[in-house]
């Protein structure tokens, strides 16, 4: 960006990203929470920025309303919840692997979403017949 009206030009770059990718271990209640802070600020910035979440283990009741955040996508890698450390290291304990169809979902949407036409704007819409 260049500013103009002065002497001087200021020129500044900035970075906002087009997606945005946390990742953990676990997901809980509060992770999710401060994630879907994080995917608001981010888009406050950059609207049509994309926020994910992986995360190995899910640690959250089906109580937790997903749809209510801003987070577009959770992928869970193990495809299975989280159990405490002491039953995880048990011998008995089965760990699942992490599961190539979710990597797989996971980098054809990103790859979708990058390789997609952001065009908008009214006069893109209205050619459609539907604006948003």
């Excluded at 979710?102 to 006069?123: K, M, N, Q, S």
Aim: charged fraction near 30%.
């Amino acid at each position: 960006m260049i500013c103009r009206g002065s002497e001087h030009q200021e020129k500044n770059t900035w970075d906002i990203p087009a997606i945005a990718i946390e990742c953990k271990t676990y997901l809980d209640k509060t992770m999710l929470q401060d994630a879907s802070t994080a995917a608001e600020q981010l888009k406050q910035k950059n609207p049509n920025a994309m926020y994910i979440v992986i995360a190995e283990w899910l640690k959250l009741t089906d109580a937790v309303n997903l749809k209510k955040n801003k987070i577009d996508q959770i992928y869970i890698l193990r495809k299975q919840k989280n159990t405490d450390r002491e039953f995880r290291y048990r011998d008995e304990y089965i760990k699942n692997p992490i599961y190539a169809d979710v990597v797989c979902h996971l980098f054809e949407l990103v790859r979708e979403f990058l390789t997609t036409d952001w065009e908008g704007g009214i006069a893109y819409g209205i050619n459609r017949g539907y604006l948003i």
